[in-house]
């Protein structure tokens, strides 16, 4: 089914707990070479847990993995070579430059002739007009750039990156993608945990994590139809009153509001005719109403709760 | 498995943080000179000029000729003439004089006159040190006076050449002058070592943890034994530049000069360097944090250098539960070898067990904290 030479990653069944919490809890994915996994989920449903596992940070409590092919727990010193690890916050020396700093990560990684490569990466992020700047004294996009540009240095083959564009303006951010698109057409297989859902929109698949566990795995466009029923998006004239009214019917699986909007799932074949009926019984006015395709938050958001409602003692 | 190419980064981009930093720079290499200075001006047990007054109620050649002696010796200073029973209660605690001499009326006649004559000296005793040495320097100036009289009567009695049963004769060796600033250079110059490595060490380690930094370190293919050693050469090196500049200081202001091998020095003061080492090592698997890191290594390095090395105190003045304590502290050796070849001139051979306990230290702690580390540097 799956080809071992095309394989990036294999998990197997990889759990980890820390003292009282049970952080992961048996985690399997299969991740081609080529590929953008995005892993998305709430906070705390075990991401960073995961990627600092597979980098070879945190040790397992039970399970295992290959990577390219070497066994984690055993073949550890042949995988870090090949991997490169941006972490949630920047973790560079602000003490040094852009230059020192992507200097000291090639010479350890025991790069020859880096400085061709350093050229290219800080040409390919921009950087180059202030690589004598003091880490410290960058932008927070910048920082990230810097980042990613160190753990390039090496040409890794897979690459994990554990929220790299929190905190980062929407141009930096925008650019940061096209750093990583130019990156997937090299063939570098991209693991990427992700708090937004247009990003993971854009992995080739993605994944739902939630207490510590990956609900799902599947192409953004296998993951939408997974939803049951359909979404209709509504401008009613009393937000909390149109929500209240809605959640009395049976047919109404959810409603998630979104600003001035809200997003009805509903069972089958409701018309929109039927809903604004149930809205002005209420005297609720609807100003727009239109049937949309369901986003990927609409599916997490109902999977999630679907999964809260089945499993309520987890706390 | 070790390789020196992934190490030598490590060592540039430590040099680089530290050059850059130069405040603590500054902190390593200038503030042990300065507290050199400090102490060896201010921490001075030798006590001189002290104000002397004197009551002399006989006002005779023989009266006069006892008190100069004491004030033409450079331990006390002449300050002034008493006349009157009252004024002695004035003079000491108004701080005129901290001595205060009472010569009897018939003074001079007595002597003559071969009777028994008792001299009052009154002490300030609010500095017991130098209550205690100035009670020291009187009673043996006092003797000798009145040795001198005896000798002297007797000859005029026709002896002819009177010999005293004992003749006291101390010589002090290898600081003849006992001047504090001699037995302060070796003692600083571990004090200082001990706190800089300890303290650069830890604090050096703990701020890759608390920047994440050695999280980046931890995915390359870097050995932990290579991080550790790359991170702590600069410091060793730094430590040896300080001990010169001690070394040079003390030989400029207070004339300490290294009668022993200088190689011996350095090799001594390398190992004291990894007993340093060794405990900042440790300092960093306890601490998590930079200001934690600080306290416990101020801590651990300050109170048994300072206090249980026979720097500030004797060790053979301690209750037996601490001198016994002391011979776990790597600094009580290395004081005593530093004062063996800076003031003595001795060789290996004579310091070879000091030598072997603070070796046994250094390569101790370091194995507890390495096995400490091995575990949480980069794994949790």
């Known amino acids: 089914m799956i080809d071992p030479s095309n394989t990036a990653i294999a998990i197997n069944g990889l759990k980890k707990s820390f003292e009282e919490t049970e952080a992961v809890r048996g985690v399997n994915l299969t991740i081609s070479k080529g590929e953008m996994f995005g892993l998305v989920g709430p906070d705390g449903a075990g991401k ?111 690459i994990f990156l554990d929220e790299p564009t929190t905190g980062v303006d929407p141009v930096s951010r925008r650019e940061f993608w096209k750093i990583l698109s130019s990156l997937l057409e090299e063939g570098i297989t991209i693991l990427m945990a992700t708090p937004y859902l247009d990003e993971a929109e854009r992995c080739s698949r993605v994944g ?108 | 498995m070790i390789s020196v190419h992934r190490i030598r980064p490590i060592i540039r981009k430590e040099f680089r943080q530290i050059m850059r930093d130069r405040r603590s720079l500054g902190v390593l290499l200038v503030v042990p000179a300065f507290m050199l200075i400090m102490f060896g001006y201010a921490l001075n047990y030798d006590v001189q000029h002290i104000p002397l007054a004197v009551y002399d109620q006989d006002r005779s050649t023989m009266s006069r000729e006892f008190i100069q002696q004491f004030i033409h010796s450079e331990y006390f200073d002449f300050a002034g003439s008493i006349s009157s029973e009252q004024e002695i209660d004035t003079v000491i605690p108004s701080q005129k004089a901290r001595v205060v001499v009472v010569i009897p009326p018939r003074f001079s006649e007595d002597l003559l006159a071969n009777r028994s004559v008792s001299i009052q000296v009154l002490v300030d005793g609010a500095n017991a040190t130098t209550a205690a040495t100035a009670a020291g320097y009187l009673v043996a100036m006092t003797q000798d006076y009145s040795t001198n009289i005896s000798l002297q009567a007797l000859q005029r009695f026709g002896m002819s050449k009177p010999t005293l049963p004992i003749d006291y004769r101390p010589r002090i060796w290898f600081n003849p002058e006992l001047k504090s600033a001699k037995f302060m250079v070796p003692g600083l110059i571990g004090f200082i070592l001990m706190m800089s490595t300890v303290v650069s060490t830890s604090l050096s380690i703990v701020r890759e943890r608390e920047k994440g930094t050695i999280e980046q370190i931890s995915v390359s293919p870097i050995h932990p034994m290579e991080l550790l050693v790359g991170k702590t050469m600069p410091y060793v090196l730094i430590s040896l530049i300080a001990t010169v500049l001690i070394l040079i200081t003390g030989y400029a202001l207070f004339n300490v000069v290294v009668r022993g091998s200088m190689l011996l020095l350095f090799l001594e003061t390398l190992i004291f360097t990894f007993c340093g080492l060794g405990l900042g090592m440790w300092v960093s698997t306890v601490a998590n944090k930079q200001d934690e890191a600080f306290q416990l290594a101020t801590l651990v390095s300050f109170l048994p250098t300072f206090m249980l090395s026979g720097f500030a105190f004797p060790i053979a003045n301690m209750p037996k539960v601490i001198q016994w304590i002391t011979f776990i502290n790597p600094a009580r050796y290395f004081l005593f070898i530093l004062r063996s070849i800076i003031l003595k001139g001795v060789g290996l051979s004579a310091l070879w067990q000091e030598t072997l ?15 400490k580390m091995r575990k949480s540097v980069f794994r949790v």
């Open chain 1, 48 to 158: 960073t847990t995961l990627i600092r596992m597979l980098c070879g940070i945190l040790v397992p409590t039970e399970g295992n993995a290959t990577i390219l092919g070497y066994d984690l727990a055993t073949e550890l010193n042949s995988i870090k070579p090949k991997i490169g690890y941006l972490s949630q916050r920047f973790s560079l020396y602000p003490d040094l430059s852009i230059d020192e700093n992507i200097e000291f990560f090639a010479e350890i990684h025991e790069v020859k002739g880096y400085e061709a490569r350093r050229n290219e990466l800080l040409e390919f992020t921009r950087l180059t007009p202030f690589r004598d700047r003091l880490a410290d004294k960058l932008s927070g996009g910048m920082k990230q750039k810097l980042a990613l540009a160190a753990t390039l240095i090496h040409k890794p083959e897979i």
């Open chain 1, 208 to 315: 739902l994590m939630s207490n510590g566990q990956i609900l799902l795995a599947d192409t953004p466009q296998q993951v939408k139809r997974q939803m049951k029923g359909s979404v209709l998006e509504v401008i009613p004239s009393n937000l909390n009153k149109a929500t209240d009214t809605l959640k009395k019917y049976s047919e109404v699986i959810e409603v998630q509001t979104f600003g001035d909007r809200i997003n009805v799932v509903v069972e089958g074949n409701v018309a929109a005719d039927t809903l604004t009926g149930w809205l002005s019984k209420a005297g609720v006015e609807t100003k727009m109403i239109r049937n949309i395709q369901p986003s990927l938050e609409n599916v997490f958001i109902a999977l999630l709760r679907e999964r809260s409602e089945e499993e309520p003692a987890h706390a």
């Open chain 2, 357 to 371: 306990f603070m070796t046994l230290f250094a390569l101790g702690i370091t194995a507890i904290s390495w096995n």
